[in-house]
C-alpha cells in the first residue's frame, strides 16, 4: 500500500498534468521568459489553498450551494473565450516577437563597419568606431532577444488568478475529488495533501523554468504565430465547453 504521501503526489500529478488554460498560461510566460517566478508562485500556492480546502472539508459546504459553481462555471467560460480572442488577435496581427535573432541591416556587423572605414583613417579611428559597432550589435542582438512587449507584473498576476480560481474543474478536481480521496486516509489526510502539494510545486515551477529550453523553436515570429494561434483554440474551445450542457 502506496504511503499517504506517494499517493498524494501520484493523484496530484494525475490531475494536473493536462492540456488546460492554465498550464498553457504559465507555459507561455515561460517562453517569453516573463515574471516566471511570480506566476509559478501563484499557480502553487493557489494550488495549496484549494486543496488545504478540500482536505478540511470545504468542498462538503460547497456542495451545499451548487449555485456557486454555476456562476463560477459562466465566469470562467467568459473570461477563456476573452483570452482566447486575445490570443487569435495575436496570432492575425503578430508583434514580431522572438526569443533570439540577429541583426540585420545596416551596421549589422563588426566586420562591415571595418569595412566601411575609408583608407585614409588611422587606426585608433578604425578601432573606436569597430568597437562602437560592436557595441551596437550587442544591443541589436539583446533588444531582439526580449519579446517586444513586456507586460507589467500586476495584469500577468491577475490574468493568472483569474486562469486558476475562475475555472470549475479546479474546485471539481482539487477541492471535491482530491479532498474526498485525501479523507479516507483518515489522521494521515494532511500528509496526501503535503503529496499533492509537492506535485503542485513540481509542476509549475518545471513548466515555468524549463519552458526556456522550448525557445531554439520559437525563434521566430512565425512560431510564436503558430503557438498564439493553438493557444486561441484551446482557450475558446475551454470557455465553450464550460457551459455547453454535459
Avoid at 4 to 9: C, E, R, S, T
Avoid at 68 to 89: D, Q, S
Avoid at 117 to 135: D, F, K, N, Q
Avoid at 160 to 176: M, R
Wanted: proline share 4%; glycine share 10%; hydrophobic share 55%.
Amino acid at each position: 500500500m502506496l504511503s499517504p504521501v506517494l499517493a498524494g503526489l501520484g493523484l496530484g500529478f494525475s490531475l494536473i498534468i493536462a492540456i488546460g488554460a492554465q498550464n498553457l498560461f504559465v507555459l507561455r510566460q515561460g517562453l517569453r521568459r516573463e515574471h516566471v517566478l511570480a506566476v509559478a508562485a501563484v499557480c502553487a500556492i493557489s494550488d495549496a489553498v484549494l486543496i488545504a480546502l478540500g482536505v478540511s472539508g470545504v468542498g462538503l459546504v460547497l456542495q451545499a450551494v451548487p449555485w456557486l459553481v454555476v456562476v463560477v462555471r459562466w465566469a470562467g467560460a467568459l473570461f477563456l473565450v476573452a483570452y482566447g480572442l486575445l490570443a487569435a488577435r495575436r496570432a492575425w496581427r503578430p508583434s514580431g516577437q522572438t526569443l533570439g535573432g540577429e541583426a540585420t541591416g545596416p551596421g549589422s556587423s563588426a566586420h562591415d563597419a571595418h569595412e566601411s572605414v575609408p583608407p585614409g583613417r588611422t587606426h585608433a579611428g578604425e578601432a573606436l568606431e569597430a568597437g562602437a559597432s560592436a557595441s551596437a550589435v550587442r544591443s541589436d542582438v539583446r533588444t531582439a532577444a526580449t519579446p517586444a512587449a513586456h507586460a507589467r507584473l500586476l495584469p500577468v498576476l491577475l490574468t493568472c488568478l483569474a486562469l486558476t480560481w475562475l475555472n470549475p474543474h479546479v474546485y471539481l478536481d482539487t477541492v471535491f475529488l482530491l479532498g474526498t480521496v485525501a479523507n479516507t486516509h483518515g489522521d494521515s489526510r494532511w500528509l496526501f495533501a503535503a503529496g499533492a502539494m509537492t506535485a503542485s510545486v513540481v509542476w509549475f515551477f518545471g513548466l515555468a523554468f524549463g519552458a526556456r529550453l522550448l525557445g531554439r523553436w520559437l525563434s521566430t515570429p512565425r512560431a510564436w504565430r503558430i503557438l498564439d494561434a493553438v493557444i486561441a483554440v484551446v482557450m475558446i474551445a475551454l470557455g465553450v465547453s464550460l457551459v455547453l450542457p454535459h
